[in-house]
Nanobody
Framework: QVYLVESGGGLVQPGGSLRLSCAAS????????MGWYRQAPGKQRELVAR???????NYADSVKGRFTISRDNAKNTVYLQMNNLKPEDTAVYYC???????????????WGHGTQVTVSS
């Protein structure tokens, strides 16, 4: 089994910053891809940012230039630095990972339980 644990959410004023972390634990050989999604009330879950184990991150257009995703592969951890936050960034943020649990094994998808980010004055 694989577990994803997010941290770093909270309440912040518009223009402020937050840093989210997601640590993967359990039976892990490697993690080809990790990322962040979010879901606002009444809306569908949407991609925020994701990246492979090397580089080349992908971002939603709405967060480009404000959010930065990074990974520490040695720690099986992904981060999301969020700057210049806006009220429309308010959502539950979910960590997502595609994990290979053994050499030559299949890749399975896992989700964290989510962390609330609220941007409000």
């Amino acid at each position: 089994q694989v577990y994803l644990v997010e941290s770093g959410g909270g309440l912040v004023q518009p223009g402020g910053s937050l840093r989210l972390s997601c640590a993967a634990s359990g039976s892990i050989f490697n993690i080809p891809n990790m990322g962040w999604y979010r879901q606002a009330p009444g809306k569908q879950r949407e991609l925020v940012a994701r990246m492979g184990s090397g580089a080349n991150p992908n971002y939603a257009d709405s967060v480009k230039g404000r959010f930065t995703i990074s990974r520490d592969n040695a720690k099986n951890t992904v981060y999301l630095q969020m700057n210049n936050l806006k009220p429309e960034d308010t959502a539950v943020y979910y960590c997502n990972a595609f994990v290979r649990q053994r050499l030559w094994g299949s890749v399975n998808e896992y989700w964290g339980h989510g962390t609330q980010v609220t941007v409000s004055s």
